[in-house]
C-alpha cells in the first residue's frame, strides 16, 4: 500500500516546461547573450572566438574564487578577505623566487599560504559564532593586507621564468590555458555540490545549523573545509594574476573580493544560506567580465565600472531575497 502511494505522488509530479525555462540561470543566459550583442556593436571584431577567448584572460583569474565563495555563502556565512589573502599569497610566492626558490617550490608556498589564512577565517569563525563572519574576516582581511605591505613594503617583484607566464597568456590551440583549467574547476566544484554528500550537507547547514549539528552533519568541519578551499582557490588566483601581471605588488587584487560576492549571488545564491546551484554563478562570472570588459571598450573609468558592479550586487541581492521570499510564501 505504502509503495502505491509512493508511485502516485512521483507521478503526479509531472515536468512543468514554463517552470524550467523560468529558472534564474535562463535570465542570466538571456542577459549574457545581450552583453555580447552590445560588445559586438562597440567592437566589430569582437564577435570573433578568438576574440572572446582572448577577452577571458582579463577576467578568469579572479573567477576561480567564486566556487567556493558559492559554498560558503551556501553555509550563511561570508569571506570579505580573498583579495588579500590573493596579495598575501602571490607576496610570498614573490618573495621565495627571489630569495632563490625554485619556482615550483614557490608556487608550492603559494597555495600553503592560502590554506593558512582559509583555515584561519574558518577557526575563528567556527570558534566564535556569535560574530558575524563578516566581522571576523573584516579583520583578517586588514590582518592579511597589512602583512603583504610588511613583507614588501612598496616595492614589486617580477622577472619570473617564462614558463610561469604562460599560466595566464598559453593556449591550446585557440583556447587559453587559464579557460580550461576554469573549466576543470568548474566541472570539479559543480559535481561536489551537485552530487555528493557534502554538497547536500552545506545546504542543509545554511537553511539551519542547529538542527543539522543535532542530525550529525560535522557543521564545523564542513565550515573550515570550506574556507581552506576558498584560501586556497584565492592562491590559484594569485598565482595567474602573477603571471599576467609579470609582477608582484602588495596592493594587487584590492576589490576583488566584491566583484566575487557579486558573481556568486547574481549566480543566484542566497545570502541567507541553504539555496542556490553552481550554474548560476559560473554564467555570472562572464556577465560581469565582458561588462566589464565592455565598459572598458568605451573608455569607462575603473571607478564607475566598479561603481556599476556595486550596483549590480544591489540589485542581485534584493531580486534573490524577492525571489526566495515568493518560494517560501
Known amino acids: ?30 542577459l549574457l547573450i545581450g552583453i555580447l550583442i552590445t560588445n559586438a556593436s562597440l567592437s566589430p571584431n569582437f564577435f570573433s572566438f578568438r576574440t572572446i577567448m582572448n577577452s577571458t584572460t582579463s577576467f578568469l583569474d579572479k573567477a576561480f574564487m567564486v566556487f567556493p565563495m558559492t559554498f560558503i555563502l551556501l553555509l550563511g556565512k561570508i569571506d570579505i578577505s580573498v583579495g588579500s589573502i590573493v596579495a598575501l599569497s602571490a607576496v610570498t610566492m614573490a618573495m621565495s623566487f627571489e630569495a ?25 569563525v567556527t570558534r566564535y559564532p556569535e560574530l558575524p563572519a563578516m566581522i571576523l574576516t573584516l579583520g583578517t582581511q586588514t590582518l592579511f593586507r597589512g602583512l603583504s605591505y610588511i613583507f614588501l613594503e612598496n616595492k614589486s617583484i617580477s622577472g619570473f621564468p617564462q614558463w610561469f607566464q604562460q599560466f595566464s597568456w598559453g ?15 568548474a566541472v570539479i566544484y559543480s559535481s561536489v555540490l551537485h552530487r555528493t554528500a557534502f554538497g547536500r550537507e552545506l545546504k542543509s547547514i545554511g537553511f539551519n545549523e542547529r538542527t543539522s549539528k543535532y542530525s550529525g552533519i560535522r557543521v564545523e568541519k564542513n565550515i573550515i573545509l570550506s574556507y581552506v ?9 594569485a598565482m595567474f594574476l602573477a603571471s599576467r601581471m609579470s609582477s608582484v605588488r602588495a596592493d594587487i587584487a584590492v576589490g576583488y573580493e566584491l566583484e566575487v560576492i557579486a558573481m556568486a549571488v547574481l549566480g543566484g545564491v542566497s545570502t541567507n544560506g541553504g539555496i542556490g546551484k553552481m550554474y548560476g554563478p559560473i554564467i ?16 569607462v573609468s575603473s571607478q564607475i565600472i566598479t561603481l556599476v558592479i556595486g550596483v549590480l550586487l544591489i540589485v542581485s541581492v534584493l531580486v534573490t531575497k524577492l525571489r526566495f521570499r515568493k518560494k517560501t510564501i
Do not use: H
Request: aromatic share 12%; proline share 2%; glycine share 10%.
Open 1 to 30: 500500500m505504502q509503495n502505491n502511494n509512493i508511485t502516485q505522488i512521483k507521478s503526479e509530479k509531472k515536468f512543468d516546461l514554463k517552470e524550467f525555462f523560468l529558472q534564474w540561470e535562463w535570465l542570466l543566459l538571456v
Open 100 to 124: 632563490g626558490v625554485p619556482m615550483v617550490l614557490a608556487i608550492i608556498i603559494c597555495l600553503f599560504v592560502g590554506a593558512i589564512c582559509g583555515s584561519i577565517n574558518g577557526l575563528l
Open 171 to 185: 593556449k591550446v590551440g585557440l583556447i587559453p590555458i587559464m579557460a580550461l583549467v576554469f573549466i576543470a574547476f
Open 229 to 237: 578551499l576558498l584560501g586556497v582557490m584565492a592562491s590559484v588566483t
Open 284 to 299: 555570472a562570472v562572464f556577465i560581469i567580465g565582458f561588462l566589464r570588459y565592455g565598459l572598458g571598450l568605451i573608455n
